[in-house]
């Protein structure tokens, strides 16, 4: 089973407590794709720039990602610099050059069009709803948006959302979109905007899942080792959808074990900067944590 997403392959500058990283490897579709590549092929339909390492084509087609519609376009590649303080649950963005960005139009190969699992990450709304109409017919579609978007181009991102299966969200987007403070309400009503299934993130304190049939919660893994949290959502979204496309069904077990899969892979993102420690995962790892978070849930008898 192969899954397509769609999203920004970035260089990035990344201050945290832990140290700097520049140029470095990112953007939301490399690091959905570190995750979903455990469990299905990935397909990845971004743009890059004329300053874009060829090296970092290479790690990753390594990685067995399939970059068909990678397009290379004059100009410079998406950059994006932060910084972490604190807690690190938040990044100060302190620079963003859209570069090859701005004028950016998705285009993927006529048997790419039938990929039935599809990923939306957080990229203009237009973007999305371009891509989305030129698929035949998706079993699944997912997507992930960011506040940006919600107060910018709201009215778009709203038609997009009636056309989805699931809608991934932080706690802060999924608030300011709704404008509840409530989680639950506030994922009542996004699912009430069009997708099937809401999952809300919360950081270290989990995820929250929505549909109209039940209700699920999970807690994160507990990380004692926190390094980079760039890119920890959208490895969540790839350990997901990678799951879910390798399983090709839709039911309340299959989506809880595709959360717990997500949780333990974006656990491992945030113990090095960009994609050092997702990259080199494999199944034995997500496998092992995840027997660890079994037991940490557990109520016993």
């Given at each position: 089973m192969r899954t397509l997403v769609l999203g920004t392959v970035a260089l990035d500058d990344v201050k945290t407590p832990s140290g700097v990283r520049r140029n470095i490897l990112g953007g939301s579709a490399v690091h959905f794709a570190m995750s979903a590549r455990l469990f299905s092929r990935v397909n990845l339909a971004a743009v890059v720039g004329e300053d874009f390492p060829p090296g970092y084509l290479d790690f990753l087609r390594r990685r067995r990602i399939a970059l068909t519609s990678l397009i290379h376009d004059r100009g410079r590649t998406f950059h994006w610099s932060g910084e972490y303080r604190g807690d690190l649950n938040s990044a100060v963005t302190l620079k963003t050059d859209l570069g090859v960005l701005t004028d950016f139009k998705p285009e993927i190969s006529e048997e790419e069009r039938d990929i039935r699992y599809v990923f939306?990450?957080?990229?203009?709304?237009?973007?999305?709803?371009?891509?989305?109409h030129r698929l035949r017919s998706p079993k699944l579609v997912g997507?992930?948006?960011m506040n940006y978007?919600?107060?910018?181009?709201?009215?778009?991102?709203?038609?997009?959302?009636?056309?989805?299966?699931?809608?991934?969200?932080?706690?802060?987007?999924?608030r300011s979109l709704s404008g509840e403070s409530n989680l639950v309400k506030a994922a009542g009503y996004l699912h009430r905007?069009?997708?099937?299934?809401?999952?809300?993130?919360?950081?270290?304190?989990?995820?929250?899942?929505?549909?109209?049939?039940f209700i699920f919660c999970l807690p994160a893994y507990?990380?004692?080792?926190?390094?980079?949290?760039?890119?920890?959502?959208?490895?969540?979204?790839?350990g997901?959808?990678?799951?879910?496309?390798?399983?090709?069904?839709?039911?309340?077990?299959?989506?809880r074990k595709a959360i717990a899969y997500a949780t333990v892979a974006a656990s491992f993102n945030v113990e090095g900067f960009?994609?050092?420690?997702s990259a080199s995962l494999k199944m034995g790892d997500l496998e092992m944590r995840l027997a660890q978070l079994k037991d940490l849930v557990s109520l016993g008898r």
């Amino acid at each position: 089973m192969r899954t397509l997403v769609l999203g920004t392959v970035a260089l990035d500058d990344v201050k945290t407590p832990s140290g700097v990283r520049r140029n470095i490897l990112g953007g939301s579709a490399v690091h959905f794709a570190m995750s979903a590549r455990l469990f299905s092929r990935v397909n990845l339909a971004a743009v890059v720039g004329e300053d874009f390492p060829p090296g970092y084509l290479d790690f990753l087609r390594r990685r067995r990602i399939a970059l068909t519609s990678l397009i290379h376009d004059r100009g410079r590649t998406f950059h994006w610099s932060g910084e972490y303080r604190g807690d690190l649950n938040s990044a100060v963005t302190l620079k963003t050059d859209l570069g090859v960005l701005t004028d950016f139009k998705p285009e993927i190969s006529e048997e790419e069009r039938d990929i039935r699992y599809v990923f939306l990450a957080n990229v203009d709304p237009h973007i999305q709803r371009y891509l989305l109409h030129r698929l035949r017919s998706p079993k699944l579609v997912g997507l992930d948006s960011m506040n940006y978007w919600i107060h910018h181009q709201r009215p778009v991102l709203l038609r997009v959302l009636k056309e989805v299966d699931i809608y991934l969200a932080n706690d802060q987007e999924a608030r300011s979109l709704s404008g509840e403070s409530n989680l639950v309400k506030a994922a009542g009503y996004l699912h009430r905007l069009g997708p099937r299934m809401v999952i809300i993130k919360k950081g270290e304190h989990g995820v929250l899942f929505y549909c109209s049939s039940f209700i699920f919660c999970l807690p994160a893994y507990p990380a004692a080792r926190l390094i980079d949290p760039t890119g920890a959502g959208d490895t969540f979204a790839g350990g997901l959808m990678g799951y879910l496309a390798k399983s090709g069904r839709i039911t309340p077990s299959v989506i809880r074990k595709a959360i717990a899969y997500a949780t333990v892979a974006a656990s491992f993102n945030v113990e090095g900067f960009g994609v050092e420690r997702s990259a080199s995962l494999k199944m034995g790892d997500l496998e092992m944590r995840l027997a660890q978070l079994k037991d940490l849930v557990s109520l016993g008898r």
